[in-house]
């Protein structure tokens, strides 16, 4: 038996596919009490066996299975831990789309919400898709105030009033790639009338065209950009709320954005990488109740002609805009809040989690490997009373996904989860020794119980690795040092068998300043691919 540092490796499913489910009842309550029988799932029309069942619940806080004790005193009593943080939310202000009026009202509401509603137990990060005025989780009501405060509108989706034609980039899709006639004749129009140029003239066609090329070709380029900022923005938060242990939730604040089918990829991986993480997407269209043609910031058609197909363009670009407000929610588990002026309830419903997260697997048999769309349908055998939202599809990889890295976020997922995991009999010990004002030591000892595991016998030995994380967090959550060891066994019959009933002792050191942390053990054995994860709580004064 030897202890080594070494990357995390081993086996993972390939290719599993993760479908997030919320069942509420006729009350909108949602549902806890199903299993997997109940359920039946297709991918593209066929019936897809459901390998991977797991019901998420929110809201029952996490105990420390486990309190460090001082080496210099080991007698004395250690005072309570510190309430560790539960629930992350990341507030996704959408500054690239939020006109001023709707910034303002955001603003105004998100501020009433966290006066109000910010429990002891939640941190609260703020973003924005331009980047610019950020904050990391924090609990602190008056920095998150002012750095709400701080944002401005930075909209600019290739359509500004003083542009001739006056285009937006769904009207340029509409134009360039869709090439839709109405659209064209409508925007012909405009450009006449906002150029003052003659039809009658043999010239102005083609100065009109002109002008109008040159405009819907700003309006597609700046629009792409920024739509697609936003979804690359929203997989950077994923990816920093995956690093966070607890129920992770977060909110988009926007208008609305449009998507084109180059989008979709991108899309699709911020799904996969939310539902993998555990994130929770929710959505907020700050417009509430609006009405077409109601935007003071759009300037009335310039021409009679195009007023109607205008009107028609501009309700179907509110309804593209909202779509990806609808596919994230329910794609992840989470809410869709709109039509309603209320902002300030819609943000303290979308901070909250659905009680109950039905999590189905299914791995996909003879899966091409073509980015294919793959439409996905969730029912319930017994679907009297319940309403189901789930996610809708997925897009087929183009490649092979690499094991080792699939491994590796797998285990980063048990790490940066609360979640006590037993399928290990595993102790967890901790003890601190303060060296100096400054300097402390946490050592971390996992006692594991290795006899029962599934080893492969190879030339007369019992072979097995047991992959052991330790990491320390700090009171906001935010990730501060761990370690990690690589356990092989190669054991005879004989040794298994006289190995002592409390099992092997791992024992990791990790240097940190005086505080306040919480502890996260993981411990994950190759063969069986069986986990055991404990948390702990140190204070070191």
């Not at 009207?171 to 140029?197: E, F, G, S, W």
């Not at 084109?260 to 911020?270: A, G, K, S, Y």
């Amino acid at each position: 038996m030897s202890a080594k540092d070494a990357p995390a490796i081993f086996t993972a499913r390939v290719n599993l596919v993760l479908v997030p489910v919320v069942v509420r009842d006729k009350n909108g309550i949602a549902a806890g009490s199903l299993q997997k029988e109940d359920f039946m799932l297709t991918d593209k029309g066929k019936p897809q066996v459901i390998t991977r069942f797991g019901v998420e619940k929110t809201g029952q806080p996490s105990i420390p299975a486990a309190v460090a004790i001082d080496e210099a005193a080991p007698d004395k009593p250690q005072p309570p831990a510190e309430p560790v943080p539960e629930r992350f939310v990341a507030l996704l202000f959408d500054d690239l789309h939020l006109d001023l009026q709707n910034l303002i009202w955001a603003q105004q509401a998100a501020i009433k919400f966290l006066d109000e509603s910010l429990e002891p137990s939640t941190r609260v990060a703020i973003f924005t898709t331009s980047g610019v005025g950020t904050l990391d989780f924090t609990n602190d009501r008056e920095t998150l105030r002012e750095t709400i405060q701080r944002i401005r509108s930075r909209t600019d989706t290739g359509g500004v009033a003083t542009d001739c034609p006056y285009v937006t980039y769904f009207m340029a899709d509409a134009l360039l790639n869709r090439q839709d006639a109405n659209i064209a004749a409508a925007l012909t129009q405009d450009t006449y009338a906002c150029a003052a140029l003659d039809p009658n003239q043999p010239t102005s066609a083609e100065a009109a065209q002109s002008m109008l090329q040159a405009a819907a070709s700003r309006a597609l380029s700046v629009g792409f950009e920024e739509s697609r900022r936003t979804l690359m923005v929203a997989k950077d938060i994923v990816r920093r709320l995956s690093a966070t242990p607890g129920n992770r939730t977060m909110v988009l604040v926007s208008m609305g954005f449009y998507l084109t089918p180059d989008h979709r990829f991108d899309e699709n991986d911020l799904l996969d990488k939310a539902i993998r993480a555990n994130v929770t997407i929710s959505a907020l269209d700050t417009r509430g109740l609006y009405t077409a043609g109601a935007d003071a910031s759009v300037p009335a058609p310039p021409s009679a002609a195009s007023a109607g197909v205008g009107l028609l363009a501009e309700t179907e670009e509110k309804q593209a805009d909202s779509d990806v407000l609808a596919e994230l929610p329910a794609a992840t588990g989470g809410t869709f809040f709109q039509n309603d002026n209320d902002l300030k309830a819609g943000f303290k419903q979308l901070a909250a989690q659905p009680e109950f997260i039905y999590v189905l697997g299914f791995s996909p048999q003879n899966l091409k490997l073509d980015g294919a769309y793959h439409a996905l349908k969730v029912t319930l055998r017994n679907p009297a009373g319940f309403t189901i939202q789930a996610r809708r599809g997925y897009y087929a990889p183009k490649h092979l996904a690499d094991p080792e890295e699939q491994a590796r976020e797998e285990l980063q997922e048990a790490v940066f989860s609360r979640d006590e995991i037993g399928d290990i009999p595993v102790n967890l010990n901790m003890q601190f020794f303060k060296a100096s004002a400054a300097s402390a030591k946490v050592t971390v000892v996992a006692k594991v119980d290795v006899r029962n595991l599934r080893y492969r016998k190879a030339e007369g030995r019992n072979n097995d690795t047991l992959t052991i994380v330790s990491g320390l967090f700090d009171r906001n959550g935010n990730w501060v040092a761990g370690v990690q060891k690589i356990v092989d066994m190669k054991l005879k019959d004989e040794t298994l068998r006289n190995l002592p009933p409390g099992g092997i002792s791992v024992r990791s050191v990790i240097d940190v300043a005086p505080g306040s942390y919480m502890v996260r053990l993981v411990v994950r054995d190759s063969e069986g691919q069986t986990m055991a994860a404990r948390n702990g709580a140190v204070q070191i004064p």
